[in-house]
């Protein structure tokens, strides 16, 4: 190791540095480089992990799986006879993703979009490959901080409209920063 001239001020010293085993995950770390105009994608979703609404990529590795899906539907109203026949199969990952290696899957914490159907501990999948389109329920990053509303575009003006009239809506202001994270396109509702 070099002897550094001016021990009080920068250059290698034994036992200086981030001390193993510290930090938020307890482990070594490793610096990475982002291109810019991704950095807040990558904080928001690190802020998001941290916070335990983790982004949950979709598992590429797994086997197929199909499930059986019954030739017909069931009524929510009066009951009626029903066939107990298989009429096809159908692979979850097709029927949920539209682009399984762009696809993730976020918990959501709070009730501002009960109206579109998304409640406390939801998970939803979003999809980064969808380009955002007026009246999309999208996830957003808003000063680091990920946010998911439906996005509303008039003209120039940009809106992140809540789905429960108790939140109020995010009006960008000129010149403020938004980056959509993804598309809803899912909703896993526990019942």
């Known amino acids: 190791m070099k002897e550094n001239p001016n021990p009080r001020r920068g250059g290698c010293r034994a036992g200086a540095g981030r001390k193993p085993g510290t930090g938020l995950y307890s482990e070594p770390t490793k610096p990475i480089r982002v ?57 979850l990952n097709e029927h949920l993703l539209l682009h399984r290696d762009a696809s993730f899957i976020l918990r959501v914490s709070g009730w501002s979009m009960v109206g579109a159907g998304i409640h406390d501990g939801d998970e939803i999948i979003v999809d980064r490959a969808i380009e955002p389109l007026d009246g999309h329920v999208v996830v957003a990053v808003i000063s680091g901080e990920l946010t998911v509303k439906r996005l509303k575009k008039s003209g120039t003006r940009i809106r992140l409209a809540a789905e429960n009239p108790e939140y109020p809506d995010i009006e960008l202001s000129e010149g403020g920063e938004l980056v959509i994270w993804g598309v809803v396109t899912r909703v896993l509702h526990k019942v």
């Open 35 to 91: 291109p810019e105009s991704q950095v807040n994608t990558v904080l928001g979703y690190l802020s998001a992990y941290r916070k335990n609404a983790a982004a949950l990529p979709i598992a590429t590795d797994t086997p197929r799986r199909f499930i059986p899906v019954m030739s017909h539907g069931v009524p929510a109203g009066f009951s009626s006879p029903a066939d107990d026949y298989v009429q096809d199969r159908v692979d």
